[in-house]
């Protein structure tokens, strides 16, 4: 018979891309900006490969999802820690039945998922992804909103005054320096993601805004790594990652839109941007390309559902019995 067109392989590796993205994920891979300290893929590729079940066990027990609370130090002795929720997200958010995590991916246009991304009980989008125009296809609700440094810093995003972060409850994350601890970070952020934040907070002091805690971010590099053959990119996972592991520790099931393409696959960046480049699907700065392998081994749906709606479905972490 003619199987279905082909859907994400889970052992994608560097060496399976063209020459220029090859050459960029090498770089990165020799790169250590963070101080990642990892001797490489110490026997993993004698190792035998874990289950998708063992490896959502070792999400479950070895990532904690933590957010940043103001008995931290350094936050407790700042004057601006009431800033902070007192509670980690995960006491405030959920448990939700039925999530949905849109990925950004170019392979969204001309989805018509926007119905299904809408029935469920939360849905997730990342950084600067719009609603507005694109309902069809992504759907308009927006429970949490996942947002790098990098958007809150940038002017062109106008982070402080858009609309579009004013739905949903706030998450943002920094790249943090693999072994630093808070008060190392917070002298050393990627970008003012702390400024940004308490402007931010005056502004809009209702609505809800966590900041991940950097470890959350090297926990699960720690995963991605230590179940590959090969050394990959010593910078923390993507937004889409990160965003698809806090969802499975509030929802007892997570359906994830695009990140593994679908028949639809295209060089398109993001469903809302005229912007190409297969880096955006396959990483360069971002294990991506690790990431996904991991998710396509840990996926509970079938092949067809990613072929056809790039749709992968993962168990909550409550609903596992490791
Ligand atoms: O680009 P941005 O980080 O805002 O996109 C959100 C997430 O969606 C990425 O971190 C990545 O995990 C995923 N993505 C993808 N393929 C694309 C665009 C985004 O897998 N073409």
Known sequence: HRALGEVWDDEMSSNMLGKRL????????????????????????TRPKVSGSELLCQLKYKVEVATLTPDLEPFSSLPWA?????QPITSDL??????????SAGSLRYSGLGKEIDSHDAVLRFNAAPTVGYEKDVGSKTTIRLLNSQVMASDDHRFLSSSLYS???????????????LSQWYNKTDYPIFTQYQRYRRLHPLQPFYILHPSFEWQLWQRIQDNMAEPIQKNPPSSGLLGTVLMMSLCEVVHVYEFLPSQRKTEL????????????????????LYEKNLVKR?????????????????????????
């Open 22 to 45: 090859r050459k960029v994920v090498q770089n990165y891979q020799a790169m250590n900006k963070y101080g990642v300290e990892f001797s490489g893929p110490g026997g993993v590729a």
């Open 167 to 181: 739905t949903g409850v706030l998450v943002a994350w920094d790249p943090s320096p693999f072994s630093a601890d």
């Open 298 to 322: 840990m996926n509970q749906g079938l092949d067809r559902d990613i072929y056809t709606h790039g749709r992968v479905t993962l168990p909550g972490f409550s609903t596992l019995n490791c």
């Open 269 to 288: 960046c993001h469903y809302y941007q005229r912007f190409y480049d297969a880096a955006c699907t396959l990483g360069a700065y971002h294990p991506l």
């Open 94 to 103: 959920g448990p939700y039945k039925s999530c949905a995590v849109v990925s």
């Open 82 to 86: 009431y800033q902070l929720p007192l």
